[in-house]
């Protein structure tokens, strides 16, 4: 069966430090998603990503965050100067249309320091 | 903007007993909902989704959901609980008017089926 991965699944790194957390949708998908998750509690969507750009942000996903996605099947979340509060569990998830269900990764725990 | 809430943090269910989750939501066209359930260090696992149709809707483990309008809610319902079904529970929505592309999740429920 098809997944979503996530790499690293789990990366420290000092406050300040850029951060790149890697993900591999579903080959066949074209909805691309990060969310974030702190102490197992609330999903917080952070963006969408459709035909190459950016499709919705949130309000946390400021000029610190940004996403690409470089070749085709990766899609990359960079935190630029990492905070303490971006301590959290990383989820990508992705769908293959309007009506879907996400699938998602298992995610990335990111420790700042 | 859309919202969905869960007004239950945590909910207790005997074994063998019928369980419920509560969700309610806020859009401003027409809603797809959707529950997710979450086990400690794993990712979020689709259960269910309402696009349109039937109200009642089945997906994975069981599970069942019904969409009321009139009601805007979306409550997750098992016959019978398991307690393997204890896990974090989270509804979701996604606003079709406009179009949007995100889907926003609640807070989650937590689900204790004591044996």
């Known amino acids: 069966e098809p997944e979503v991965t996530q790499t690293p699944s789990h990366q420290v790194t000092q406050m300040g430090q850029e951060v790149i957390l890697r993900c591999v949708p579903i080959s066949n998908h074209l909805y691309f998603y990060w969310y974030r998750q702190i102490l197992g509690q609330k999903v917080e969507f952070l963006v969408s990503f459709y035909n190459n750009e950016i499709s919705e942000k949130s309000e946390i996903f400021d000029d610190q965050f940004s996403v690409e996605r470089p070749d085709g099947s990766n899609f990359t979340l960079k935190i630029r100067s990492t905070k303490l509060e971006d301590s959290a569990m990383y989820f990508c998830a992705s769908t293959a249309g309007h009506t879907g269900e996400l699938f998602f990764g298992e995610g990335s725990r990111l420790t700042v320091l | 903007a859309q919202s969905v809430a869960q007004p239950e943090d945590q909910v207790n269910v005997a074994e063998g007993n019928p369980l419920t989750v509560k969700c309610t939501y806020s859009?401003?066209?027409?809603?797809?909902l959707f529950w997710y359930v979450q086990y400690p260090n794993r990712g979020l696992q689709f259960l269910l989704k309402?696009?349109?149709?039937?109200?009642l809707v089945k997906g994975s483990y069981g599970f069942e959901a019904e969409f009321n309008k009139s009601q805007t809610s979306f409550h997750l319902k098992k016959p019978s609980a398991l307690v393997s079904d204890s896990a974090l529970y989270f509804c979701a929505v996604r606003d079709t008017r406009n179009r949007d592309d995100k889907i926003i999740f609640g807070k989650g429920t937590r689900l204790h089926i004591l044996p």
């Open positions: 859009v401003s066209g027409n809603p797809y």
């Open positions: 309402y696009i349109t149709g039937d109200n």
